[in-house]
């Protein structure tokens, strides 16, 4: 079978799904998202977003992946692994999409949505600055730099569907009201 982001996105949909679905106290829910294996299939869905990301040449699709693995990198860190089935991801995966990110930041390559959703995550800068401030200084000069003191994200500007098949990011950006009705 031939991995395209389709196919992580709905194998992260169905993981999502799994999670959500699960009835008990934290504790309870992180033991069985733990024993069905749904955190180490989270850590690998992760790292085959980043192996796609090298292995496809479409400019577009390498800048949406680079917008998933920067969503799953700051949401691992913001919301309870038991709600998200999102735990424990592997660190050499992290700080490679930050690089990454580094680069699109120097070479101008991100787009007004990542520009917003980066915003976003920086008033949780303890989610980026651990793995950017060594040498990645175009990423915290921008999380440092970002104007956390105004909501960042467009309520109810985006088109209908823009969300849609985006993986757990949709499913998060749609909770928070950024289509239209």
């Not at 196919?7 to 799904?17: I, P, Q, V």
């Not at 998202?33 to 850590?43: T, V």
């Not at 690089?99 to 949505?113: P, V």
Request: charged residues 25%; proline residues 2%; aromatic residues 12%.
């Amino acid at each position: 079978m031939q991995i395209t982001i389709d196919t992580l996105s709905n194998l992260e949909l169905d993981l999502h799904n799994y999670a959500e679905s699960l009835d008990g106290d934290m504790d309870s829910r992180d033991k069985q998202l733990q024993e069905e294996g749904i955190f180490d299939q989270y850590r690998n869905l992760h790292q085959s977003y980043l192996d796609l990301f090298f292995n496809t040449k479409d400019e577009e699709i390498q800048l949406e992946i680079l917008k998933r693995l920067i969503f799953l990198n700051w949401y691992a860190l913001v919301e309870p692994s038991c709600y998200t089935g999102i735990q424990d991801l592997d660190n050499a995966a992290v700080l490679e999409s930050y690089s990454i990110l580094n680069e699109y930041l120097i070479n101008n390559k991100t787009d007004k949505e990542f520009t917003w959703m980066l915003s976003y995550y920086s008033s949780w800068d303890f989610t980026i600055l651990p793995f950017s401030e060594l040498n990645l200084n175009a990423l915290t000069k921008f999380v440092r730099e970002a104007d956390t003191t105004v909501l960042a994200s467009p309520k109810k500007q985006l088109p209908k569907g823009s969300m849609h098949n985006r993986g757990q990011m949709g499913v998060y950006w749609i909770s928070c009201s950024v289509e239209e009705d």
